[in-house]
């Protein structure tokens, strides 16, 4: 079983916005901007921008900042909204879980 700790990672039950959802809902929709104005800005080809958006691409430090520049926020909010969806997803992936189980601490193996 997961350790309460781990789980505090997991700040709650509910799966969190994601990166595409973030940048679809709260930045494209509103400002009706379509993906291809997005990746003109950000410098990356619309196939880039899908992938962010139907979450099939992770940000990385370098999208990150882009994403701040373009979008007029930090480089920390996006690998924040990153990681959150990140650990949420190990948190409630099966196999994740399996593995993260088998884990044990140092200082079990060193006793």
């Known amino acids: 079983m997961i350790t309460d700790e781990a789980m505090n990672m997991n700040l709650s ?3 969190p916005v994601s990166v595409g959802e973030m940048i679809s809902e709260e930045f494209l929709i509103p400002l009706q901007l379509e993906r291809q104005q997005l990746a003109q800005a950000m410098g990356i080809s619309q196939q880039q921008v899908d992938a962010l958006c139907d ?5 990385d430090a370098e999208t990150a900042l ?5 979008l007029g926020n930090t480089a920390q909010f996006w690998l924040n909204t990153q990681q959150r969806t990140d650990l949420w997803n ?4 099966p196999a994740c879980i ?3 189980e088998q884990a ?3 200082i079990n193996i060193a006793a």
């Open 90 to 93: 190990a948190l409630h992936t």
């Open 98 to 100: 399996e593995h993260i």
């Open 104 to 106: 044990k601490p140092l």
């Open 55 to 59: 979450n099939q691409r992770a940000v």
């Open 66 to 70: 882009i994403l701040a520049k373009v």
């Open 13 to 15: 039950k509910r799966k």
